[in-house]
């Protein structure tokens, strides 16, 4: 945030109109053409430049104006911070179409920097290449006195990033070579102070001193970015550097031949670059030359990030260069895989020092990384370095917020590189879930992406549960944070036998130490799980209102969809693939791979989809006690109930006692809306001899019974007592299901028919009328007005309602028309437009 006269400040620029900006323009444009522009001009050139950048659109400038900026820049008597301001003035106006600057000729390191940022700020890849040809010329002769390359690095850094393809190899190799030098061979004794030039200033000069380290140790070994010095020279500033775009520079050159020499260049085509001599007497080529300094330069690095620092910031530096020095380790190893060997032993080491401290878990994830790419090739057992990275870090960092993003981005570019090597990725999704618990809005996206590689037949139910607990788990998570804070006098468990007052107290307490326990687990443990969760849920109710834990729910519905839709696809492509090997024969499976063999592809078998179906009906009764996140998930899993019906139609007939007891209890018409609604349109839809033979006329008549009894139940007018308020949708979806199953038991027509055609006089009755709108009443009247002129025609009701499955297109249209065909009988039996039944 601003300071308030930051604030003002900006507000001001942002509010100068065109003519305004044009009037001032011309001042600061007569201070630059005075004899000797002063602070006047640099103030003026300051607000010019705020008044140009504090807006998103581009602001105008006169182009005589503009073309005074450049020759004020390019002027060798132009102020050094005059030069700057109209660099940066010329950057923020970028794409400009007046600019007429040029890199070609210019010889001076500083000036060359600033216009080069101003020829990148261009965004035209002809500029880029042409700033990088221009630098890496001077960068490969020898600079005149009072000169440095330091000023050309960042440039040159800026051109790989935005266009990598404009440096021919040529000149990569020139460039690897300087880099090489810089990286291996800056000086050893620290810079000299520049001299005041004051009347008391000696003119003796004192012996530069060595460099030390950051435990203030003298160095025995070549100069790094972790050495420590009063004053640094030159070639020590281009070491640092050189680290700085080491990583860039490798990935972009270190492992692939590049275009070709520059036709035009004809001096480049007589000009080789002389192989160089490594420590081991080998000729190298420049780019495997910077290969192995760079290498060497990592070890070092590591090395050096094992001794204790003098000051705070040094050891944060310390923690940054050990994570950037594997990460260009294993680039280098990637490029070169001689290198394998000698940098397993070195990490190994590496991590067995650091992985206690929780201060270098940012560091455990490139150890990580390295091991993944490198342990096969290297045969080494590397599942004790995930173990610890899944196991401890999530559990004890939960609550930190960058280093839960860079962990869970790490198992996202990773995951199937897990998948496919280890299990350790996918048993510790309790631990991994914790992170987006606590860090539920950022993280949301990458779970969507990782979600599906954490799912698998062992996984799935945990999973499921655990989605839905996930407030729950945020709350516990904040409970675990402040029992840790607890001065140790206050950690003490209270007496056992009482019930606890406080979340805090119950964290330690024996009755609720099992769940929490449970919740917080760090592995996939599905054994373990308590018989239930109420009594966690119901003591957690007072963190509801959290907005950590509100945020965290609102999450849960994407996943939820995620989830089923994963299981909808799998079981999708498994009835296909079985489909296909019935037609051409085993040697489909042998292609593809058997169910058993293909990752996740028994996931979804009929087993699974019945205990998903029988769990979503029971923790529709066990859900945390947010009124908005539990009617989200009532609509989530009401449509994947249809979903999961639909995909394997006889679990309708398997799950029949779970299935009745569910839909008979006019509760959950009114608190479960959503789920109800859909189990009652998948009975009608697929309680049917047509999908499962095993359904008989007596499982027919008993849901039927089961239905009508909750129907009559929410229709039943009672003089003494209010009736239930029902959504509408349940009471059509009622008589559409009840309508379907008369239509397969035509014994049950007569009991239908009778329930249909009192209808009228349900919505007709003044305590329903004053429930319900007028335009639902309607639809429940023509609604049952349709189904009853069904009934007349049996083997009309029989065809539409107990339709076979749809395997071709026509039976396909007949499902999709049904609306259409009740209203067509309607008009049949109807003759007088809107005649209802009376």
Request: glycine residues 4%; aromatic residues 8%.
């Amino acid at each position: 945030m601003f300071t308030a006269a930051a604030e003002s400040f900006l507000r001001q620029a942002r509010e100068i109109q065109e003519e305004e900006l044009r009037r001032f323009a011309a001042r600061v444009s007569a201070l630059l053409q005075g004899p000797e522009p002063g602070p006047e001009a640099v103030d003026g050139l300051q607000r010019l430049h705020l008044t140009v950048a504090a807006t998103k659109y581009p602001r105008k400038l006169d182009g005589e104006f503009v073309e005074l900026l450049q020759t004020v820049l390019c002027s060798p008597k132009s102020p050094e911070q005059i030069r700057v301001l109209c660099a940066a003035i010329l950057r923020e106006m970028s794409p400009c179409n007046d600019l007429i600057l040029s890199c070609d000729e210019i010889q001076d390191t500083k000036l060359l920097s600033l216009v080069s940022s101003v020829l990148l700020a261009q965004e035209s890849k002809d500029e880029v290449a042409a700033v990088g040809q221009r630098v890496v010329k001077v960068l490969e002769r020898k600079l005149p006195e009072g000169q440095s390359a330091r000023f050309l690095l960042p440039v040159l850094a800026n051109v790989i990033s935005l266009s990598p393809e404009s440096l021919t190899e040529e000149q990569t190799n020139v460039v690897s070579k300087k880099l090489a030098d810089w990286l291996r061979y800056a000086s050893i004794q620290q810079g000299m102070a520049q001299p005041s030039g004051g009347f008391f200033s000696s003119p003796r000069t004192k012996q530069p001193a060595p460099i030390t380290e950051m435990d203030g140790a003298v160095a025995t070994d070549f100069f790094t970015v972790l050495s420590v010095a009063q004053h640094y020279t030159q070639d020590q500033w281009l070491n640092v550097q050189s680290f700085s775009m080491l990583r860039n520079w490798l990935l972009c050159y270190g492992g692939k031949e590049l275009s070709t020499l520059n036709p035009d260049d004809k001096a480049g085509k007589d000009r080789t670059v002389t192989s160089v001599v490594s420590t081991a007497g080998q000729l190298l080529p420049p780019r495997e030359r910077l290969r192995d300094k760079a290498f060497e330069y990592c070890q070092r690095l590591i090395e050096q990030s094992n001794r204790r620092p003098l000051k705070k910031d040094d050891g944060d530096l310390q923690k940054a260069c050990l994570i950037e020095a594997v990460t260009i380790m294993d680039i280098i190893c990637k490029q070169d895989s001689s290198y394998v060997c000698r940098a397993v032993s070195f990490l190994k080491i590496l991590h067995s020092r650091i992985c206690g401290d929780a201060t270098y878990a940012r560091a455990l994830l490139p150890i990580a990384q390295f091991f993944l790419n490198h342990s096969k090739l290297a045969a080494v057992d590397s599942n004790a370095i995930y173990k610890h990275l899944f196991t401890d870090i999530p559990a004890q960092l939960f609550h930190n917020s960058s280093l839960a993003f860079e962990f869970v981005q790490f198992c996202k570019d990773n995951s199937q590189l897990f998948t496919d090597s280890s299990s350790i990725f996918r048993q510790s999704f309790p631990n991994l879930f914790k992170f987006l618990a606590w860090n539920s809005p950022p993280l949301i996206s990458e779970f969507v992406d990782l979600l599906p590689f954490l799912l698998d037949p062992g996984t799935a139910i945990e999973i499921f549960h655990l989605l839905l607990d996930l407030p729950c788990l945020t709350a516990a998570l904040d409970i675990q944070l402040r029992a840790a804070a607890l001065p140790a006098s206050d950690k003490a468990g209270g007496d056992p036998a009482g019930k606890p007052a406080t979340c805090l107290e119950a964290f330690r307490h024996p009755l609720y130490k099992s769940m929490f326990q449970h919740l917080l687990r760090t592995t996939s443990a599905p054994q373990d799980a308590p018989e239930s969760l109420v009594p966690l849920r119901l003591l957690l109710g007072s963190l509801a209102g959290s907005p950590r834990v509100v945020q965290c729910a609102e999450t849960v519905p994407v996943l939820l969809e995620l989830f089923f839709r994963v299981v909808a696809e799998i079981r999708q492509f498994l009835c296909q693939l079985s489909h296909l090997a019935g037609c051409f024969g085993v040697w489909l499976l042998d292609v593809t791979g058997t169910a058993e063999t293909r990752p996740g592809f028994q996931f979804a078998d009929e087993s699974l989809l019945n205990q998903l179906v029988v769990l979503l009906l029971q923790r529709s009764d066990q859900l945390y006690e947010i009124p908005a996140f539990k009617e989200d998930v009532y609509r989530v899993l009401g449509s994947q109930l249809a979903v999961l019906c639909g995909l394997r139609p006889a679990l309708v007939v398997e799950l029949s006692t779970e299935i009745l007891e569910f839909s008979g209890a006019v509760s959950n018409i009114q608190g479960k809306e959503a789920i109800f609604t859909h189990m009652v349109w998948a009975i009608g839809e697929y309680l049917s001899v047509s999908y499962d033979r095993r359904c008989t006329v007596e499982q027919i008549t008993r849901f039927f019974e089961t239905l009508e009894a909750v129907l009559f139940e929410i229709t039943q007018l009672r003089p003494q007592a209010s009736t239930p308020s029902c959504a509408p949708r349940a009471i059509s979806a009622l008589m559409a299901t009840l309508t379907k199953l008369a239509a397969r038991s035509q014994d049950l027509i007569p009991r239908v028919s009778m329930f249909l055609s009192k209808m009228r006089t349900f919505v007709q009755s003044p305590v329903v009328t004053s429930v319900y709108c007028e335009e639902d009443l309607e639809e429940i009247l023509i609604r049952a007005t349709e189904l009853m002129n069904l009934l007349k025609m049996p083997s009309v009701a029989q065809f539409v309602f107990t339709p076979p499955v749809a395997s071709t297109r026509f039976q396909r249209e007949v499902n999709e028309s049904l609306p259409s065909a009740l209203r067509m009988v309607t008009q049949l039996l109807e003759p007088a437009a809107g005649s209802v039944p009376v």
